[in-house]
């Protein structure tokens, strides 16, 4: 603070001094507060005042774009975040679908595998059943082909007994007739 104060002293003399100086300067008749700023003539100016002021003009007005253009790539940044945070959003939304979607293809894959071991085991049983009736019509096929061939055995002795003896014909009336 002591630096400070000890330096105002020399400060306001400056500022004394600087005022004098101004007020020594002769104040040109044509100044313009506000020349035309986009003319090359406001730079190439004789008077110093009128260049720095068209350049401070000009400044000014740069910075001004600077900080729209600034507060527009702000908000289009803004409006970026907020989209990528959607999108983002959606992923783990997604995410968490396909997980439930893999469970349930996991649980519909267990009840698949049981039925298949499950039908496997039917026609396992049902094969050997088909064996079973397979032996069981072998069995009654050959005992079909046995009777028929003991009937045709028994159908040859009949035939050679009743061959010896003459047909006898019925007659109703009359009874047999020969």
Same mark, same amino acid.
């Given at each position: 603070? #002591? =630096?400070?104060?000890?330096?105002?002293?020399?400060?306001?003399?400056?500022?004394?001094?600087?005022?004098?100086?101004?007020?020594?300067?002769?104040?040109?008749?044509?100044?313009?507060?506000?020349?035309?700023?986009?003319?090359?003539?406001?730079?190439?100016?004789?008077?110093?005042?009128?260049?720095?002021?068209?350049?401070?003009?000009?400044?000014?007005?740069?910075?001004?774009?600077?900080?729209? !253009?600034?507060?527009?790539?702000?908000?289009?940044?803004?409006?970026?975040?907020?989209?990528?945070?959607?999108?983002?959003?959606? #992923? =783990?939304?997604? #995410?968490?679908?396909? /997980?439930?979607?893999?469970?349930?293809?996991?649980?519909? /894959?267990?009840?698949?595998?049981?039925? /298949?071991?499950?039908?496997?085991?039917?026609?396992?049983?049902?094969?050997?059943?088909?064996?079973?009736?397979?032996?069981?019509?072998?069995? /009654?096929?050959?005992?079909?082909? !046995?009777?028929?061939? =003991?009937?045709?055995?028994?159908?040859?002795?009949?035939?050679?007994?009743?061959?010896?003896?003459?047909?006898?014909?019925?007659?109703?009336?009359?009874?047999?007739?020969?």
């Amino acid at each position: 603070m #002591l =630096i400070f104060c000890g330096a105002y002293p020399a400060l306001q003399g400056h500022k004394a001094s600087a005022a004098q100086t101004q007020s020594q300067a002769p104040v040109d008749p044509l100044f313009v507060a506000y020349p035309e700023r986009y003319s090359d003539a406001c730079y190439k100016s004789p008077d110093h005042d009128k260049a720095d002021l068209c350049a401070q003009w000009r400044a000014a007005i740069a910075a001004e774009k600077a900080a729209k !253009e600034a507060a527009r790539a702000t908000n289009w940044a803004i409006i970026a975040t907020l989209l990528s945070a959607a999108g983002v959003g959606g #992923l =783990i939304y997604t #995410l968490f679908q396909t /997980n439930g979607a893999l469970t349930e293809a996991r649980r519909g /894959n267990r009840i698949t595998m049981k039925a /298949n071991a499950r039908a496997t085991r039917q026609a396992v049983a049902g094969a050997a059943d088909t064996a079973t009736a397979l032996a069981f019509a072998k069995q /009654n096929a050959d005992a079909a082909s !046995e009777q028929v061939s =003991i009937s045709r055995d028994v159908e040859k002795k009949e035939c050679a007994l009743t061959s010896r003896f003459e047909p006898v014909h019925f007659n109703i009336i009359l009874g047999p007739v020969r």
